[in-house]
C-alpha cells in the first residue's frame, strides 16, 4: 500500500502514519525528520534547509524531491509506505507521479486552523528519534522523557505561534490545492480530526481498510 497523509502542520499526520505504519508494516517517510536530521548533523542539505524550516517556511522542491527520490529506492520501501509530509505543492506531487510513483490512496486529515493552533503549543518532541508527543493528547509515560529512546522531548522552535500562523498560511496557499489534485485522479479520501487521538485512528484505519 503507498499512502500518502495530508494535512496542516499540527494536525496529527505523524501520529496516524506510525499507527497504520505498524498496522501495515510498512515504513512512515516524513520529510520534515529527515531535513530536521540533516540539520542536526550539518550536511549541505540541512544548511541549506535551515532558514527555510525555522521560518515555517517551505524548503525549494528541488531539495525535496531529490530527499524522496533517493529514499524511496531503499528496500524497505518496496512493499509500500506512508508519506507524511510529501508532497507538499503541485510540482511535488507532479514529480512523484513522473518517478512512476502510483499512489493507492491520499487520506487528508482536516483540522481547523483554531485547533491547530492550539495544539501545536502543546505539541512535544524527540530530537534524537523523531517521536511526537502532547502534552494533553500523547502524554510520555515519564513527564519531558522519550518513551521509545529515552531522550529529553523538547517543542521545536517551528512550533512557536508565530511561525504556526506563517505555516498554517503556506499549508493553504501550496499544499491545500493537492486536495483537488487526487480528489480529480480518484485517490483522496477525508477524515475530520476528532478530539480524542483514538477516534481518528479509528476513522483513519477504516479509510485505508485495514
Ligand atoms: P513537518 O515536520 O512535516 O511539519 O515539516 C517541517 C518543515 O520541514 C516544514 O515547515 C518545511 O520547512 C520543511 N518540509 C518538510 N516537508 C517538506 C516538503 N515536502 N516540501 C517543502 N518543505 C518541507
Do not use: W
Not at 176 to 187: F, H, I, M, R, V
Amino acid at each position: 500500500m503507498k499512502l500518502i497523509l495530508l494535512g496542516a502542520p499540527g494536525a496529527g499526520k505523524g501520529t496516524q502514519a506510525e499507527i497504520i505504519s505498524e498496522h501495515l508494516n510498512i515504513p512512515t517517510i516524513s520529510t520534515g525528520n529527515i531535513i530536521r536530521e540533516a540539520l542536526k548533523s550539518g550536511t549541505e542539505m540541512g544548511l541549506k534547509a535551515k532558514s527555510f524550516i525555522e521560518s515555517g517556511k517551505l524548503v525549494p522542491d528541488e531539495v525535496v524531491i531529490g530527499i524522496i527520490q533517493d529514499r524511496l529506492k531503499e528496500d524497505d520501501c518496496q512493499n509500500g509506505f506512508i508519506l507524511d509530509g510529501f508532497p507538499r505543492t503541485i510540482p511535488q506531487a507532479e514529480a512523484l507521479d513522473r518517478m512512476g510513483i502510483v499512489i493507492d490512496r491520499v487520506v487528508s486529515l482536516e483540522v481547523a486552523d483554531e485547533t491547530i493552533a492550539r495544539r501545536v503549543s502543546g505539541r512535544r518532541v524527540c530530537l534524537a528519534c523523531g517521536a511526537t508527543y502532547h502534552v494533553d493528547y500523547k502524554k510520555p509515560a515519564v513527564e519531558g522523557v522519550c518513551d521509545k529512546c529515552g531522550d529529553t522531548l523538547v517543542q521545536r522552535k517551528d512550533d512557536h505561534p508565530d511561525t504556526v500562523k506563517e505555516r498554517l498560511e503556506v499549508y493553504h496557499e501550496q499544499t491545500e490545492p493537492l486536495k483537488d489534485y487526487y480528489a480529480k485522479a480518484g485517490k483522496l479520501v477525508t477524515v475530520e480530526g476528532q478530539e480524542a487521538v483514538e477516534d481518528t485512528t479509528r476513522l483513519t484505519l477504516a479509510a485505508v481498510e485495514v
